[in-house]
């Protein structure tokens, strides 16, 4: 009895001074939940490949670029280049999409950070990639009709030989 006793004294400090991950973010609200919609419509979108509905989430002027660096300007380009991947390489892929943090520069500008999985992919001669998992940023203009993407980046995972490993 002695024996037990001793165990979970020691013990119970061990898990009382373990430290907890963050609180759980509840569901965004406000900007923030306008913003998180706005990504939700696009990845409908992307899963119907529907170029139009795609495209018309950036400004008129706004741009896309790829992970690889290629870059596209105005909503126009931006569903040129949607339409001929979605006819091609992303014809069968699926997209899930995660907005982890959205900051307002101003009222009417936002800075939106997330994650992305694309699914069912292919090269050009149509052999499957796997699974890409990324990151984008994106600045977002709020517009009469709602947040438009003014400017949005692709990034890969790249893994820095100088930095240190966790």
Do not use: C
């Amino acid at each position: 009895m002695i024996r037990i006793l001793l165990i979970v004294l020691l013990l119970a400090p061990s898990s009382l001074l373990a430290q907890r991950g963050p609180e759980p973010k509840g569901e965004p609200t406000g900007v923030e939940a306008e913003i998180h919609n706005t990504y939700q419509a696009f990845a409908a979108a992307w899963n119907k490949h529907d170029a139009d509905a795609m495209a018309a989430l950036w400004t008129k002027d706004g741009d896309h670029m790829e992970p690889d660096g290629r870059t596209v300007f105005g909503s126009g380009e931006v569903k040129r280049l949607m339409t001929y991947e979605h006819s091609s390489v992303f014809k069968n892929s699926n997209l899930h999409l995660a907005v982890e943090h959205v900051r307002l520069a101003t009222d009417k500008v936002a800075i939106a950070d997330g994650t992305y999985e694309l699914f069912g992919a292919t090269d050009p001669q149509g052999n499957k990639i796997g699974v890409r998992s990324g990151y984008f940023t994106s600045v977002l203009v709020k517009e009469a009709d709602g947040w438009k993407v003014s400017s949005n980046r692709l990034m890969l995972p790249q893994v820095l030989i100088w930095r240190e490993r966790d």
